[in-house]
């Protein structure tokens, strides 16, 4: 059972940063893709960037030049440094994951299996 547990939320103001971090039980399979989505309330989750094995990183438009995915797999921690927030990035924040042994297509809009609890980053104004 693959387990994803997110933790560095919290309130900042415009313009701050924030680094969440997912622990994660996946960096034992041979291949996998890791993602961050986001939910602000009322609205669909979506997904803001995400990272495959080889350490290639893929971003939404909303959010590129802003914040960065990395991994530590030494830590099996996959982390979202966010920098220069704006209020609309208010919204709870899911680490999400797909693992396996077949080279897999990875970005950030597609479906996962696994979801961690969330964590909320509020941004005020």
């Known amino acids: 059972q693959l387990q994803l547990v997110e933790s560095g939320g919290g309130s900042v103001q415009s313009g701050g940063s924030l680094r969440l971090s997912c622990a994660a039980s996946?960096?034992?399979?041979?291949?996998?893709?890791m993602a961050w989505f986001l939910q602000a309330p009322g609205t669909r989750r979506e997904g803001v960037a995400s990272?495959?094995?080889?350490?290639?990183?893929s971003y939404a438009e909303s959010v590129k030049g802003r914040f960065t995915i990395s991994q530590d797999t030494a830590k099996n921690t996959l982390y979202l440094q966010m920098n220069s927030l704006k209020p609309e990035d208010t919204a709870m924040y899911y680490c999400?994951?797909?693992?396996?042994?077949?080279?897999?297509?990875?970005?950030?809009?597609?479906?996962?299996?696994?979801w961690g609890q969330g964590t909320q980053v509020t941004v005020s104004s």
């Open positions: 990272i495959d094995e080889d350490g290639t990183a």
């Open positions: 999400a994951a797909e693992g396996g042994t077949w080279k897999m297509t990875c970005y950030f809009g597609r479906s996962y299996p696994y």
């Open positions: 996946l960096y034992s399979y041979e291949r996998y893709c």
